[in-house]
């Protein structure tokens, strides 16, 4: 091919450390030197780049394209990456990429261009991938999936005048954290030099280079530990280069003493004073007409004092930038303040929903690639398995991503497994101790530093830090202000108080799913609240202000969720779970207070059983139906069991509901609830058909339908017809059926009950593909998978896919009904869903018409296709699936 003319993007490498090697290994070397150029050429051949010159192991090649050299770098560290290596280990190759104006002679480059980028390459690691800015511009929008640009700042080269701002290629599954990058940086500094690697953060240290470009003065806020100093110091070290007359670090966590500031800051920079000065005065007359930036760590304990200062300098220096980290801002004119968030984490409980791959699918956050660098720094070898992946993500969430508790965690991987980390994390604050000499004494331990913000509040911000305490996941304002105000705190002075403990990095303030205002502390703070309040005395009485605040919570949500608002309640309750698994708990400590509890759960039991854990639920139903005092024949113990009656059922445990509705018509009817002793006699009768009892079980429908006509209650009347449907598909007369939950439907959709017009859906579906209307039952599913998506229910998904499946393989589309149903398989397995006796031979039947409709090679590998896919993904893939009808919504 012709060199490359005009613009050229050069690319060189060579291997780190190659001739301690041939000295080792002189054999070996020949034959991965032979492996290491195959790579390279191939890599840069598929890529149409023009081999100018080889130096021994080095390259350097020149391209038309950038992006054709990125993709040159890219393909060949990972080949590089992946070559088992013999003796001589991994080849550790570092490549830099330059673009600019070159002059082609005598088949060689020349020109600035080419001194540019060999002092690149001489700056970089092995593994490591540098670009400079022209090259960055050419291709950053042009990036493969997954591949990043690390922005490194501007850097000094040797020999060479003007820095050049690098970035760094990080790509998936390599290593992305290296050394300092070998510059020549002149810039004055009395930056740490830190022993252990920065991980992540790559999007925030590029925000606080963007905030610190646009102010003066920029404050880095947030709780302890979350890794304000650690981000500060290595945006310094980023941008060095911007500041030629110094970057100092003024450390202000061991001084008691506000007028000592000053004193400590003129230190820091080398500042002598002259007679007649002030210590005030000759600072700000040293800093000003210096491009410096100062960095004031741990501002919060002497913040008026740090507060005054810098609006001094700021007044009478122009050139000065000052980079502040403090629990809560200066609260002076032109501050501009960023908030340090946690690192990023994985919610075990809800988004490990069906993840292939685990362990690969959790490194790819922040938090746990912390955890597992610390970790592997003190048990050499450590590293991610499928085995402790479930484990490291618990600890990681459960830390909720703050960097010194995730690191306090991982340096106990030196004698316990992440197992076992995870198991004592409940004793936090006994667990998370140490941090090395170098540490500062209030980081130290996890306690230390939480209490040195609670040392820092007035009284009124204690008691209301404290009180928090009584909540679980987050609190609204409503609710503080009836719950944690009085005797000490007042109402008018709630929100007031809340935003100082905002401001002192103690509270977040979020926004859930309703956009309403919520106030949540991180886990290890709320902890620390508690135990505060626990200490207090105040306590037992508090937390019954919360039970009473949330069984009245629950009793006004409970019709909410079987009308048209069910959706905004599900969210509203989903955002309290924690506060009324806290209330639950209460509640059963006491036979006085077990009767509220009983109530309180009873009006969930719709949640539970469109949103919630059913293992859970039955925990919650058995332990307070089991407590002392529950045993009274009450309205609230009916309704309980009714509660852990459905869940029984939706967890298909017959025997168990047909317990628990049994006990729940018997104390109704007692208790003079005919009404509801109808209702809830034909749900024990759905019960029964599944226990294969179809004697006597159409009374059980006729019933309630008697009753809604007598009583002129519709529901009644709906559900009798639901039952009397299923017992005509019991019979073969599936047209009967249909007419029957088609009445049924139409009176729950005229009292807006979404969850139950849902379960009418999903039996009309099964109705019609048992009657051979493919098109009915698509239109049937798609509805129901609108409802059950909008209203955030996961456990339907694998039945639904079974039936999409059945609809598919009368659509004659055998191979796609494979792979939907090999996703029902893997949803099942996912949610730990068992199949009981009424659905198990149904699914069976389904798989033996599979089997009879396609090859067992293709059904074999659309199958794992299937496991390999979302069920959302799965579903929208059998909901979009062509037919002739085009029927996309059910009408009945």
């Not at 980028?117 to 690691?125: E, I, K, P, Q, T």
């Not at 980081?443 to 679980?472: A, C, H, K, M, N």
Request: glycine share 8%.
């Amino acid at each position: 091919m012709n060199p490359p003319v005009g613009t050229v993007t050069f690319l060189f490498s060579d291997i780190e450390g190659s001739t301690r090697l041939w000295e080792r290994h002189p054999e070996a070397m020949r034959v991965a030197l032979r492996r290491h150029d195959e790579i390279l050429r191939e890599s840069i051949a598929a890529n149409d780049g023009y081999v100018f010159k080889t130096i021994g192991d080095a390259f350097c090649v020149a391209f038309d394209r950038a992006g054709d050299a990125v993709n040159t770098a890219a393909q060949a560290q990972s080949a590089l990456h992946q070559e088992p290596w013999a003796e001589t280990g991994p080849l550790r190759v570092r490549m830099a990429l330059h673009a600019g104006s070159a002059e082609f002679r005598d088949n060689d480059y020349f020109g600035n261009s080419l001194n540019r980028v060999a002092r690149m390459l001489a700056a970089a690691h092995g593994g490591q991938v540098l670009l400079s800015l022209p090259v960055e511009e050419l291709v950053r929008d042009h990036l493969h999936p997954g591949v990043m640009l690390r922005d490194l700042g501007e850097r000094r080269l040797r020999d060479l005048t003007r820095p050049e701002h690098l970035f760094q290629l990080a790509l998936p599954g390599l290593p992305a954290e290296f050394p300092p990058l070998r510059t020549l940086e002149i810039t004055p500094n009395n930056l740490p030099t830190l022993l252990n690697t920065f991980v992540g953060r790559e999007r925030d240290r590029s925000e606080v280079k963007r905030l610190l470009g646009e102010t003066r003065l920029l404050t880095l806020t947030g709780t302890g530990g979350t890794g304000k100093t650690r981000l500060s110091i290595q945006v310094a070290e980023e941008i060095l280069g911007d500041y030629p007359d110094g970057v100092w670090l003024v450390e202000l966590a061991t001084i008691s003493e506000p007028e000592r500031i000053v004193e400590l800051a003129a230190g820091t920079v080398g500042l002598r004073e002259e007679p007649g000065e002030s210590p005030r005065q000759a600072l700000i007359r040293f800093l000003c007409g210096r491009r410096i930036l100062l960095i004031l760590d741990n501002c919060e304990h002497v913040l008026n004092a740090c507060a005054d200062l810098v609006a001094d300098i700021l007044r009478g220096c122009s050139t000065i930038k000052i980079l502040a980290t403090s629990r809560a801002s200066l609260g002076i004119a032109g501050e501009r303040t960023w908030a340090v968030p946690p690192l990023g984490i994985i919610d075990p409980a809800r988004d490990l929903f069906q993840v292939p791959d685990l362990a690969a699918t959790i490194s790819q956050y922040e938090a746990v690639r912390l955890f597992i660098d610390r970790a592997a720094a003190v048990k050499p070898g450590f590293e991610i398995t499928r085995q402790n992946a479930a484990a490291i993500a618990q600890i990681c969430w459960r830390l909720d991503g703050i960097p010194l508790a995730i690191e306090l965690a991982a340096a106990r991987a030196r004698v316990l497994t992440p197992e076992q980390i995870a198991t004592r994390l409940d004793d936090r604050f006994r667990l998370l101790t140490g941090g090395g000499r170098s540490v500062l004494p209030h980081q130290q331990t996890l306690r230390t530093l939480i209490d040195w913000s609670y040392d820092l509040l007035s009284e009124s911000e204690r008691v209301l830090f404290r009180r928090l305490g009584v909540f679980g996941g987050g609190r609204t304002i409503d609710a503080i202000e009836a719950i944690c105000t009085g005797d000490g705190v007042d109402a008018y002075d709630a929100l007031d108080l809340l935003q100082l403990l905002v401001d002192k990095s103690l509270l977040s303030v979020e926004t859930d799913a309703n956009d309403e205002t919520r106030y949540t502390m991180i886990e290890s703070v709320w902890q620390y609240s508690r135990e505060r309040l626990e200490a207090s005395g105040e306590f037992p009485a508090l937390r019954d202000r919360h039970l009473d605040y949330f069984l009245a919570f629950a009793e006004t949500a409970r019709p909410k969720l079987e009308g048209p608002e069910t959706a905004l309640w599900l969210e509203r309750i989903n955002a309290d779970l924690f506060n009324f698994r806290l209330a639950a708990n209460w509640a059963a400590e006491s036979p006085d207070r077990v009767q509220k509890g009983l109530r309180m759960i009873g009006c969930l039991t719709r949640f539970a059983e469109i949103r919630g854990n059913f293992e859970e639920a039955r925990a919650a139903f058995d332990m307070l139906l089991t407590a002392p005092g529950a045993e009274a024949p009450t309205d609230a113990r009916a309704d309980a069991l009714v509660g852990a009656g459905r869940i029984a059922w939706c967890r298909d445990n017959s025997t168990e509901a047909n317990e628990y509705y049994g006990q729940a018509v018997t104390l109704l009817e007692n208790l003079g609830r005919t009404r509801d002793a109808a209702l809830q006699f034909a749900f024990l009768g759905f019960v029964r058909r599944n226990l294969g009892q179809t004697e006597g079980i159409d009374a059980h429908f006729q019933r309630a339908v008697e009753a809604g006509h007598e009583l002129r209650d519709v529901t009644l009347t709906a559900v009798g017809l639901s039952g009397l449907a299923s017992c005509a598909a019991d019979r073969g007369d599936y047209k009967e059926s249909r007419r029957l939950r088609e009445e049924s439907l139409a009176i729950y959709r005229s009292v807006g009950d979404q969850w139950v017009c849902g379960y009418l859906l999903w039996g009309i579906a099964r109705t019609c593909v048992a009657d051979g209307d493919a098109a009915a039952a698509r239109a049937a599913l798609n509805e129901w998978t609108a409802t059950a998506r909008r209203l955030g229910n996961r456990w339907v998904t694998p039945f639904l896919l079974h039936i999409f499946g059945e609809a598919l393989l009368l659509e004659d589309e055998p191979a796609l009904a494979a792979r939907v149903l090999g996703a029902a398989e893997a949803g099942r397995e996912a949610l730990g869903i068992m199949l009981d006796s009424t659905d198990l031979p149904a699914w069976e039947a389904t798989l033996d018409r599979l089997k009879a409709a396609i090859d067992p090679v293709e059904r074999l590998r659309e199958w794992n296709l299937g496991r390999q896919l979302g069920v959302w993904e799965a579903i929208d893939l059998a909901a979009h699936a062509a037919h002739p009808e085009g029927v996309t919504a059910f009408a009945a």
